[in-house]
């Protein structure tokens, strides 16, 4: 909330685990996207994960920049036969435009759409256990990378970035 003190903050959080210590903004829903918050933070917890809601919450956010948007699971967003949300491949191409920024996390690089990855300016790579997902991530951030060896640890790079990803060992030196 400090790096976007004049933007709204929207959280799309399909495994309702991670923000627990933020109660107040939570909002849960079977089938029903919602609105604008009144709040400057909302993460939306959906029980059901329906496309043409979430797809409404998306091009809702889109009309509410200057905006950012975290997606807790990218995953989230492939609505089977890899066919990707075209609202947030709108906000994806026109992000800076809008205004409205992204993070997306995953930990599914497999099911993911090459498009919703390749979009990204920024990757930070945490431990992965699955080759082909090791292997993926290694070729997109241009080098051949051990696993983190600090229990919070993490490599680094910028899209534009000609060099070696940067490793850090937590998010503290990272900032």
């Known amino acids: 909330m400090k790096l976007y003190p004049t933007s709204r903050i929207y959280v799309l959080d399909v495994k309702r685990r991670d923000f627990e210590d933020l109660r107040d903004y939570i ?3 079977d089938y029903q996207a ?3 918050p009144d709040k400057r933070l909302q993460i939306w ?3 059901i994960e329906e ?3 979430i797809e ?17 699971e990218l995953l989230s967003l492939c609505y089977g036969s890899r066919n990707t949300s075209e609202q947030f491949k709108i906000i994806q191409k026109l992000g800076r435009d809008l205004p409205i920024g ?3 996390g995953t930990q599914e690089l497999v099911e993911i759409p090459r498009n919703a990855i390749g979009q990204a300016d920024h ?4 431990r992965l256990r699955h080759p082909y997902e090791i292997s993926r991530m290694n070729t997109i951030m241009g080098g051949v990378l051990d696993e983190p060896i600090d229990k919070y ?4 790079t910028h899209a534009d970035d000609q060099g070696e990803p940067r490793y850090f060992s937590d998010l503290t030196n990272f900032f």
């Open 153 to 156: 640890g993490f490599y680094y």
């Open 34 to 36: 919602p609105g604008r």
């Open 102 to 104: 992204t993070m997306a």
């Open 51 to 53: 496309p043409e809601q």
């Open 56 to 72: 409404q919450w998306l091009y809702g956010i889109r009309q509410d920049a200057p905006a950012f948007i975290d997606i807790d």
């Open 27 to 29: 909002v849960q829903t």
């Open 123 to 126: 990757y930070i790579r945490f």
């Open 45 to 47: 917890q959906p029980l």
